[in-house]
């Protein structure tokens, strides 16, 4: 009979590492979930959860020692969407827990002879400068050089996937790194400040009634592409499952305005409502994922259609609306 596989996942009390648990937990894997915050949207069902601050280096070896990892998921991060990375307000703090907590990452790692290691990069590592047209073609993971992310968070991201190279190359850490482009779907910050704008979109849609009218941060033509999160798991097992490093985009292709993407939404409930533009954090003008390269060493990539993904999301997203209003 095969070994039980024992899985670590950091930032399992998150949106991708609740769901990341509940996927290795149906492949029967023994999973321990860490984070400092129980989920907020059902309770973890790793074997064990612990509750700890990852920045914190002893607690972070003492989680790694008592038995040796197969797998750990780094996905711990201080991170959101436009509104919490691109205000600049949380530069200081997100370089700060982020890149202590990737520093604790790889030395348990390596200190503790985990076999291999995942780490969840961003599309925000690629420069600015190749980002300004809304009908962007796709950024190739060559394009992250020369370097000019357009936040401190993607700088952190960027200096974590060389720190963990640096592992692989000088003390053999097997290593496997996603780019992650805007991943989306149930059980995910909706609300807060911290929410990307697939959730935006559908709570303001949610919120307000047929016929009334919704806010946009900008002028709503500025485009991205969105990952329903089973995808982003699927292409994470494989990556792991390969003899391939990366970095690797996980990200669709499907480019949408956010103008487009709030008339899903509203499709989706069957509302008419009008778009009020308003000044907020804007990042990057056009954003897509380029998938040659997952395609030619993974033998897939993502496909499915963004609506597919949104329907449940937005389904989910009203149900939050109508508890939190008390219907
Ligand atoms: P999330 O915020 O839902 O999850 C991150 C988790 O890390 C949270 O539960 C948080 O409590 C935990 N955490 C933060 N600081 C911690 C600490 N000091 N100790 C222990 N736990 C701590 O975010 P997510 O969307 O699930 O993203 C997961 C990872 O993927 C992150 O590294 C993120 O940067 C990366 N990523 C996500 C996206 C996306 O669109 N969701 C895009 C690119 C990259
Ligand atoms: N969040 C949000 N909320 N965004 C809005 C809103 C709103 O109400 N209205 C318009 N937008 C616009 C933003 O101004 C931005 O131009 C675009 O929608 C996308 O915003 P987000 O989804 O919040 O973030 P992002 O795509 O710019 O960056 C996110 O994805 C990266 C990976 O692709 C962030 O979560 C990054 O942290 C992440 O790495």
Known sequence: MNKQKRALVCGAGGFIGGHLVRRLKSEGYFVRGVDIKDHEF???????????????????????????????????ADMGGAGYVFSGEHDAEVMHNSGTINLNAAEAARKNKVKKLFYSSSACIYPASIQ????????????????????????????????????????????????????????GTWEGGREKAPAAMCRKVAETPDGGEIEIWGDGLQT???????????????????????PVNIGSDELIS?????????????KTQSIRHIPGPLGVRG???????????????????????????????????????GK
């Open 287 to 325: 954003r897509s994922s380029e998938n040659s390269f997952i395609q030619e060493k993974l033998g897939w990539r993502p496909t499915a259609r963004l609506l597919d993904g949104m329907t449940p999301t937005y389904r989910w997203i009203a149900e939050q609306v109508a508890a939190r209003n």
């Open 224 to 246: 991205r592409t969105f990952l329903y999160i089973d995808e982003c798991l699927e292409g994470v097992r494989r990556l792991m499952n390969s003899d391939f490093s990366g």
């Open 132 to 187: 300004t047209d809304p009908d962007n073609p796709g950024l190739r993971e060559t394009d992250a050089y020369p370097a000019g992310p357009d936040s401190d968070y993607g700088w952190e991201k960027l200096f974590s996937e060389r720190l963990y190279f640096a592992y692989m190359r000088n003390y053999g850490l097997e290593v496997h790194i996603a780019r992650f482009h805007n991943i989306f779907g149930p059980y």
């Open 42 to 76: 059902f309770p973890v069902t790793a074997d064990e959860f612990i509750r700890a601050d990852l920045r914190n280096p002893v607690i972070f070896d003492e989680i790694t020692r008592d038995m040796q990892f197969d797998e750990l998921y780094q996905l711990a």
């Open 258 to 270: 956010i103008n487009d993407l709030a008339g899903m939404a509203m499709k989706i409930a069957g």
